[in-house]
T-cell receptor, first 113, second 109 residues
Framework: EAQVTQNPRYLITVTGKKLTVTCSQN?????MSWYRQDPGLGLRQIYYSMNVEVTDKGDVPEGYKVSRKEKRNFPLILESPSPNQTSLYFC????????????FGPGTRLTVT | GENVEQHPSTLSVQEGDSAVIKCTYSDSASNYFPWYKQELGKRPQLIID?????GEKKDQRIAVTLNKTAKHFSLHITETQPEDSAVYFC????????FGAGTRLFVKA
């Protein structure tokens, strides 16, 4: 089954404790992206990647890191989480950059206390 | 920077009526305009999309119109049903993807 998976689905952590949210897709998609969703703000893009070893900032990259060492994986790293990073996070992938449908993962709800 | 304005933020209609959601954008480089439906606790799901070389696209009860000159596009849902109740997001896609803030649609039976 073609899908995007994220882990963990739920995470409660404390300020400053490094964490990684994994994202994996099995569709051989070149484009992958991370979004955060906050009430009233829609989805905002954190980082995106157009291919292996190619990443770029979205609109809200501060406090986040990403890497794309393999085509299928695109982990999101929070080196020192803060309470303002409490949010719902979605990973997405698509076949190409601009005119292709994005497939979203199930989401990761992160709470930083 | 680029942004997308989406209106209205909340929309309540009677079952069977039509619903229209509008988005305006500022980025001329965008050439792909998707619409997503998100039900409570679920991921966004693509419901219809339109590319910049097309002015209108229809899929059963859902249609999207695009005016590139005026930089706005709209979602039209006809014969609304209670199961259409959800949050709808427009987006623009170039190198980045920018989403509107969302419209919460209530369809009253």
């Amino acid at each position: 089954e073609a899908q995007v998976t994220q882990n963990p689905r739920y995470l409660i952590t404390v300020t400053g404790k490094k964490l990684t949210v994994t994202c994996s897709q099995n569709m051989n998609h070149e484009y992958m992206s991370w979004y955060r969703q906050d009430p009233g703000l829609g989805l905002r893009q954190i980082y995106y990647s157009m291919n292996v070893e190619v990443t770029d900032k979205g609109d809200v990259p501060e406090g986040y890191k990403v890497s794309r060492k393999e085509k299928r994986n695109f982990p999101l790293i929070l080196e020192s989480p803060s309470p303002n990073q409490t949010s719902l996070y979605f990973c997405a992938s698509s076949r190409g950059l601009t005119t292709y449908e994005q497939y979203f993962g199930p989401g990761t709800r992160l709470t930083v206390t | 920077g680029e942004n997308v304005e989406q209106h209205p933020s909340t929309l309540s209609v009677q079952e069977g009526d039509s619903a229209v959601i509008k988005c305006t954008y500022s980025d001329s480089a965008s050439n792909y305009f998707p619409w997503y439906k998100q039900e409570l606790g679920k991921r966004p799901q693509l419901i219809i999309d339109i590319r910049s070389n097309v002015g209108e696209k229809k899929d059963q009860r859902i249609a999207v119109t695009l005016n590139k000159t005026a930089k706005h596009f709209s979602l039209h849902i006809t014969e609304t049903q209670p199961e259409d109740s959800a949050v709808y997001f427009c987006a623009i896609r170039g190198f980045k993807t920018i989403f509107g803030a969302g419209t919460r649609l209530f369809v009253k039976a």
